[in-house]
């Protein structure tokens, strides 16, 4: 592993944030040659006075940063630097990427990264969805990118997993500080398939003002994210407008109308977010970047085993009752004695697998997939 010390040493120096660092390492390209550099030298780049200049040519490494370096080799992390090769090569196109970046896992320079994000209260309907979509990216052999956080995130990283592929988690605390904490055992197996990073030290907080800075590295690594289950309020819209602040692709998996948690991703939809049903709609929008010799043709027959077989109870006796002739909402719920709602919700969960199809006037029947289970 190449010298960690110079990078941290410069990160330390008050005044040199994430726009900066970047500007003076693309000028110098490594610290080493920034701190050998000449306070006139060190002037010539924008943003860069007098004053901070000296200081930078005075700076050396605080105590806490060496006890920080100690503690990552004892621990077993990595850090890797936007000069290492497996720095995410997408990241280094945002404006201000993370000098470095913690590791606990294997990070690669693989490009065809996708991001799943969304509510932390997620419905069942969204986490379903969710864990589908993922474990079909990951059949695919793309990277699926979350935060880790409850709720959507988690159901993304547990898709990717299903379908046997590499998932990233970035935190918005240190790897030492693992949050929510009852994903410690994701956090093992994400990093056992994939990567958890981080820009924060290993032991930092999960505090509220780290996350908008942590959306704009699931977003930066990604081609393009997609958003399941948001509020108008939601902080995954801050990861969509992220992503299309960093000219990224924006995707939303629609919900129900009748759901306010599906609100965030409706107005994404109007604004000209690329509808998502499944994820070969991902594929075929992204497929002018995407390193096509790294993508699978077809995702795998164990994914489509998990979507058929994966059905709730509620799921099953809704299909049951479907025939391939419609049938009135109104009807069906008397029929099966559901409550209209909750049943709409599940018809619609089923129209997005394929197994229902909606006609006009809120008549539903079942489709021909629906019929080979």
């Known amino acids: 592993m190449e010298n960690i010390l110079p990078w ?14 970047k500007r003076i390492i693309n000028r110098f390209k490594s610290p080493e040659a920034v701190f050998r550099a000449s306070c006139d030298e060190l002037a010539q780049i924008e943003g860069v006075s007098d004053r901070l200049a000296t200081a930078i040519k005075k700076h050396r490494a605080p105590d806490y940063v060496k006890k920080e370096i100690d503690l990552i080799a004892e621990k077993g992390f990595r850090i890797v630097t936007m000069a290492d090769p497996d720095y995410p090569p997408l990241l280094l196109e945002i404006p201000d990427p993370p000098p470095f970046l913690y590791v606990s896992g294997i990070l690669d320079s693989s490009s065809n990264n996708i991001a799943v994000v969304g509510s932390r209260n997620a419905t069942d309907y969204g986490v379903s969805m969710t864990k589908i979509l993922c474990a079909d990216l990951a059949s695919y052999n793309i990277t699926v990118v979350s935060g880790m956080a409850r709720g959507i995130d988690t159901a993304a990283h547990e898709g990717a997993l299903i379908g046997k592929g590499r998932t990233i988690a970035v935190l918005g605390s240190g790897l030492e500080r693992i949050y929510p904490a009852q994903n410690r055992n994701l956090f093992k197996m994400i990093s056992e398939n994939g990567a958890v990073i981080s820009e924060f030290p290993l032991m930092a907080e999960p505090d509220a003002f780290n996350f908008p800075a942590r959306n704009r590295i699931i977003s930066g690594i990604s081609l393009g994210t997609v958003v399941v289950e948001a509020t ?29 948690k599906s609100t965030g991703t409706h107005t994404l939809i109007k604004q000209g977010a690329k509808l998502v049903e499944n994820a070969k709609d991902i594929i075929d929008e992204l497929s002018h970047i995407l390193i096509s010799g790294d993508i699978r043709e077809e995702p795998g027959k164990d994914i489509t085993a998990y979507q058929n077989m994966h059905l709730s109870p509620d799921e099953s006796q809704v299909l049951k009752a479907l025939e391939p002739y419609p049938i009135h909402i109104d009807e069906l719920a008397r029929k099966i004695k559901l409550d209209s709602g909750k049943l709409l919700g599940i018809l619609l969960k089923l129209e997005l697998r394929d197994f229902v199809k909606q006609s006009p006037g809120k008549l539903f029947s079942s489709t021909a997939k629906a019929g080979e289970r």
């Open 8 to 21: 941290f040493a410069l990160k330390s120096v008050p005044g040199v944030g994430n726009h900066l660092y």
């Open 232 to 260: 108008k309020r939601s902080g995954s819209l801050i990861t969509a407008r992220l992503a299309a602040d960093q000219n990224r692709e924006v995707f939303a998996v629609p919900g129900s109308i009748q759901s306010f």
